[in-house]
């Protein structure tokens, strides 16, 4: 079986709604994603990117073009839940962080799915510490024990790291997608994230990279 990693940062609309259509492909592959959380801002830095707001601004016509994208994203998988954050930018380290805190104590999945819903679905402004308490607490999650972790090293370091090395691996912004080796960006990639993983599958590739043609020297 290939391994289907799901790069992503909260703070990326495009993560969120891939999020959404990623049991989908886990259904109709028998392959799970495995998420990689990573910081957005870190990869920026390391990569000389910058956020589709920033990049965009000022250019005539594209930014509409892409809300139409956006909109044919939404109708095509039938996705209701998301209204964009009145707040965004949203600096994403508290959470990210504490994504790596819930994948460590056990309720990763969860607490995925209740940060996404706060920032994307009902949205709130979650680089604020007491905004981001109420919303834990509201979702039935420990905020305290959520917010002490986030300050352990060990944390912070994972977060570092899972940043360096996906930018290491060719990485520049955020949904990014690995299918083994194979790296694929941005919710509309992932129809071709599926068709990798269908051939992965059909071939018995399970480092799910595209074989290489035979030498003839």
């Not at 000389?48 to 956006?70: C, D, F, H, Q, W």
């Not at 954050?85 to 380290?93: E, R, S």
């Not at 912004?173 to 694929?184: A, H, N, T, W, Y």
């Amino acid at each position: 079986m290939p391994k289907l990693e799901f790069h992503f940062d909260f703070g990326s609309p495009n993560a969120y709604l891939s999020h959404l259509v990623v049991p989908e492909i886990e259904k109709r592959t028998g392959v799970p994603f495995e998420y990689v959380p990573v910081l957005l801002g870190g990869v920026f830095k390391l990569t000389g990117n910058r956020s589709p707001a920033v990049a965009l601004a000022g250019i005539k016509n594209k930014p509409a073009y892409e809300s139409l994208e956006m909109r044919r994203f939404l109708e095509r998988h039938r996705i209701t839940k998301f209204a964009s954050n009145p707040h965004f930018p949203v600096d994403t380290l508290r959470i990210m962080r504490g994504a790596i805190f819930a994948k460590r104590s056990g309720f990763f999945e969860r607490y995925v799915d209740e940060v996404y819903r706060h920032m994307w679905c009902e949205p709130k402004k979650l680089d604020d510490p007491e905004t981001l308490a109420r919303a834990l607490d509201e979702s039935g999650l420990d905020a305290t024990a959520i917010l002490t972790g986030i300050q352990d090293p060990q944390v912070k370091a994972e977060l570092r790291q899972n940043t360096e090395e996906a930018v290491a691996r060719g990485v520049f912004g955020s949904p990014s997608f690995f299918v083994g080796d194979e790296l694929f960006f941005g919710k509309d990639r992932l129809r071709d994230v599926e068709e990798e993983v269908t051939r992965a599958l059909a071939e018995g590739d399970t480092g799910g990279g595209r074989p290489t043609a035979p030498r003839t020297d």
